[in-house]
């Protein structure tokens, strides 16, 4: 059973980037195994039972469980936030995009909007023609702008949001657009709201809002200014 166990153990090592701990972890995962696992206590060295840990549904539970647990030992809101520099959309060095559908803006730094998807574009192609729209980005990864945030399975990851949308010389808003939601998307967009209310509170010249576009309700409303999108998808 050692090897089954030892499995499991460099999974949920590799998962979570640990190093240094094989046999503490090796001991709460056997004792997990035998102890709380099943509906009752098993024997390791039955047959039977390391079949059944072959099996997907078991191999989830152990895995996830684990890093469920050791995430919320380690991962800690400290509560508190500070500006440590600023990042210029226009400063951003040129770079290649893939060979994709793309727009070509005039109220963009960037030559060539290119969209992850149809729906990125026909948005895109709303911010160009809204008269209440100063100027927008697609938010590349070269922008280097991201936000940490915690997704469903308690690790520490990296969200990109879509867009950047300027409607007067103190107002920027932040914007995600989305087709189909997957499971970190709560996390991202409370993570979000989050970031736009501690970067406006903590200086006072730009105040940074939030906005989280589903397809399905944009075809339902088909909004014809920035306005008019902002009221609905508040």
């Given amino acids: 059973y050692q ?11 590799k998962e979570l980037r640990l190093f240094g701990c094989y046999d503490i972890l090796f001991g709460k995962v056997k004792e997990f195994i035998t102890d709380d696992l099943f509906s009752k206590s098993v024997d390791l060295n039955d047959a039977n039972i390391l079949r059944n840990l072959s099996e997907l549904e078991a191999v989830k539970t152990i895995v996830e469980t684990f890093k469920k647990e050791i995430n919320n030992l380690t991962v800690q809101d400290v509560g508190d936030t500070e500006i440590k520099n600023y990042l210029r959309v226009s400063s951003a060095r040129p770079f290649v995009v893939t060979d994709k559908k793309y727009l070509l803006p005039k109220k963009s730094v960037f030559n060539k909007i290119v969209g992850d998807s149809d729906f990125e574009l026909e948005f895109a192609d709303f911010l160009e023609g809204a008269d209440d729209v100063i100027s927008f980005a697609k938010n590349y990864y070269e922008i280097h ?3 940490d945030y915690k997704n469903a399975s308690g690790a520490i990851s990296s969200y990109y949001p879509d867009f950047f949308v300027k409607t007067d010389n103190k107002t920027i808003y932040i914007v ?6 997957d499971l970190d998307d709560i996390e991202k967009i409370k993570r979000l709201a989050q970031w736009c209310e501690d970067a406006s509170e903590r200086q006072k010249k730009i105040e940074y809002k939030m906005l989280y576009v589903k397809q399905e309700e944009w075809d339902k409303y088909k909004p014809t200014s920035f306005n008019q999108l902002a009221e609905a998808f508040k």
């Fill in 145 to 147: 702008f991201k936000i």
């Fill in 3 to 13: 090897s089954v166990v030892g499995f499991f153990v460099q999974r949920i090592m």
């Fill in 176 to 181: 995600e657009t989305k087709g189909r939601e």
